[in-house]
C-alpha cells in the first residue's frame, strides 16, 4: 500500500505563493509518473501537473508559466511551485500517480487564495 501525505497549503494573498509537498511512503516504483491534481467546491477533480521519473513535466493552460511540479526520487517526494495565484487557484491539492488504478487518496493540503 502507497501512502500520500499532502502539504504546504494556506491562505495566500493573490499574486503570492506556496510551494505543496508530496510524501509518498510505501511500495514506490521511482519511474511512475506523478501528478498534483486539484478539486474546488463544486468542480470535478482535475489534473494539473505531471512529472515523470526523468523529471519530464507538462501542465494544464490554467496554471502553465505559473507552476512547476518536480520530484526527489531519493526522498519520494513531488513538489509543486505555485506562483502568481490567482483566486480561481482555491482548491484541495492532491498528489497521485498518473496511470490507473490510482492510489488511495490522501487527505489533500487546502489552498486559499483571497486578499
Known amino acids: 500500500q502507497v501512502q500520500l501525505v499532502e502539504s504546504g497549503g494556506g491562505l495566500v494573498q493573490p499574486g503570492g505563493s506556496l510551494r505543496l509537498s508530496c510524501a509518498a511512503s510505501?511500495?514506490?516504483?521511482?519511474?511512475?509518473?506523478m501528478g498534483w491534481y486539484r478539486q474546488a467546491p463544486g468542480k470535478q477533480r482535475e489534473l494539473v501537473a505531471t512529472?515523470?521519473?526523468?523529471?519530464?513535466?507538462n501542465y494544464a493552460d490554467s496554471v502553465k508559466g505559473r507552476f512547476t511540479i518536480s520530484r526527489d526520487n531519493a526522498k519520494n517526494t513531488v513538489y509543486l511551485q505555485m506562483n502568481s495565484l490567482k483566486p480561481e487557484d482555491a482548491a484541495i491539492y492532491y498528489c497521485?500517480?498518473?496511470?490507473?488504478?490510482?492510489?488511495?487518496w490522501g487527505q489533500g493540503t487546502q489552498v486559499t487564495v483571497s486578499s
Open positions: 512529472v515523470t521519473s526523468g523529471g519530464g513535466t
Open positions: 497521485n500517480k498518473i496511470a490507473t488504478p490510482r492510489w488511495t
Open positions: 510505501g511500495k514506490i516504483n521511482r519511474f511512475t509518473a
